[in-house]
T-cell receptor
Framework: ETGVTQTPRHLVMGMTNKKSLKCEQH?????MYWYKQSAKKPLELMFV???????ENNSVPSRFSPECPNSSHLFLHLHTLQPEDSALYLC??????????????FGPGTRLTVT | DAKTTQPPSMDCAEGRAANLPCNHS???????VYWYRQIHSQGPQYIIH???NNETNEMASLIITEDRKSSTLILPHATLRDTAVYYC????????????FGAGTTVTVRA
């Protein structure tokens, strides 16, 4: 059973709406991630937070805004999205050990549909 | 990133061992082999990883060839719940956050 939870599981929003995705990890990890998975495409890394500091931002449009208030919570704020942003948004967490290796644990995802 | 090659699909009988191959001839010395799987409409699930030695955990075994150019994930007693897409990927040991998933192998376990 995953220790990473995501809410909501499904979201339908219009292009002018503002919504937020929430992720919470119960594993005591110190790094959290947002990924996007579109139909027929590989997983795309969007953002990485380690020790609550953003360490990676893979050229993601500004209409996606992440927030990491503490090591257990991660948000993805959405505004003025496009239909092509419809996808499964996955949150993951891991233990970030500098110089070491670590596995990422994923949540169930939020299925987002932009109309 | 090193590239992996996996068969697009395979079938397996319930209760039998499932052997999933992965070729990675361009892997470098500091890259770990990771296996994840993704059951339909769920998030990816970590299975196992290794560098040089064979590894075993409660889910699977990982056999890495001596030259590290290929590996095999073994599910010892496949169940219907093991039906999923299985991904073989590589990651460097440090400061490498990105998981580069390819197309993977779609494994269907049949009763």
């Amino acid at each position: 059973e995953t220790g990473v939870t995501q809410t909501p599981r499904h979201l339908v929003m219009g292009m002018t709406n503002k919504k937020s995705l929430k992720c919470e990890q119960h594993l005591g990890h110190n790094a959290m991630y947002w990924y996007k998975q579109s139909a027929k495409k590989p997983l795309e890394l969007m953002f990485v937070y380690s020790l609550e500091e953003r360490v990676e931002n893979n050229s993601v449009p500004s209409r996606f805004s992440p927030e990491c208030p503490n090591s257990s919570h991660l948000f993805l704020h959405l505004h003025t999205l496009q239909p092509e942003d419809s996808a499964l948004y996955l949150c993951a967490s891991s233990q970030d050990r500098r110089g070491g290796n670590y596995e990422q644990y994923f949540g169930p995802g939020t299925r987002l549909t932009v109309t | 990133d090193a590239k992996t090659t996996q068969p697009p699909s395979m079938d397996c009988a319930e209760g039998r061992a499932a052997n999933l191959p992965c070729n990675h001839s361009t892997i470098s010395g500091n890259e770990y082999v990771y296996w994840y799987r993704q059951i339909h409409s769920q998030g990816p699930q970590y299975i196992i990883h290794g560098l040089k030695n064979n590894e075993t955990n409660e889910m699977a075994s990982l056999i890495i060839t001596e030259d590290r150019k290929s590996s095999t994930l073994i599910l010892p007693h496949a169940t219907l719940r093991d039906t999923a897409v299985y991904y073989c990927i590589f990651r460097k040991g440090s400061n490498d956050y990105k998981l580069s998933f390819g197309a993977g192998t779609t494994v269907t376990v049949r009763a």
